[in-house]
């Protein structure tokens, strides 16, 4: 077990999670694990088969109801060059409730996740601010404050996002 409260380096870049060389990149998913749009139809299309193949063995064994939101697990990360990815279902964007806290813990959980793998390098993207709705501004805003509180061991923590005004928001904020 490694030492927590390690100082994690916190860092921006513009581009496309999946051709990040990082331990672990995190995937938006959704509950079924089993593909989709956006970040995740990236990882499995440039990942390969091995992905989706682990992802279906997850809900055959563990997950028969799905990944629940907020949650997290971890796959390897097939022919990208990471070594694992890390599915995490965010919440869809609602004007109603508030849905904040899960947003957060999909980042805690997916460091946590990214603890056990003994991973000290994780990318993520802005979880759902594409096809969940979330507004830019706030999601980058939950995603900064969460991943500088959280307690982990990685210590290279890099949001990935993929164009220009999604970083400029991440800036602005960081
Ligand atoms: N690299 C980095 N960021 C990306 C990439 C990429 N290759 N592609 C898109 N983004 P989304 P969500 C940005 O929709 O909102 C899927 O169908 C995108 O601009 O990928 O959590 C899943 O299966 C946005 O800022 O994830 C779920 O059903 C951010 O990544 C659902 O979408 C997240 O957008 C999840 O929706």
């Not at 990942?47 to 799905?66: F, M, N, Q, V």
């Amino acid at each position: 077990m490694r030492q927590h409260g390690v100082m994690t380096t916190i860092s921006l870049v513009q581009g496309d999670i999946t051709e990040q060389q990082a331990d672990a990149i995190v995937n938006a998913a959704n509950s079924s694990l089993l593909g989709g749009g956006g970040v995740d139809g990236a990882i499995h299309r440039r990942g390969g088969p091995e992905i989706l193949a682990a992802c279906r063995d997850l809900r055959a064994s563990h997950y028969g109801k799905g990944l629940g939101v907020g949650q997290a697990v971890a796959t390897t990360a097939g022919r990208l060059p990471a070594r694992w990815v890390i599915h995490t279902v965010g919440p869809v964007w609602s004007a109603e409730e508030d849905r904040s806290g899960l947003l957060a813990s999909c980042y805690r959980e997916s460091l946590r996740v990214a603890d056990e793998l003994g991973a000290s390098s994780v990318a993520f993207p802005a979880v759902s601010t594409g096809v969940y709705g979330w507004p830019l501004d706030d999601g980058a805003r939950i995603a900064l404050e969460t991943v500088r509180r959280a307690d982990t061991a990685v210590t290279d923590v890099r949001f990935v996002l993929f164009d220009e005004t999604a970083y400029a928001v991440f800036a602005a904020l960081h």
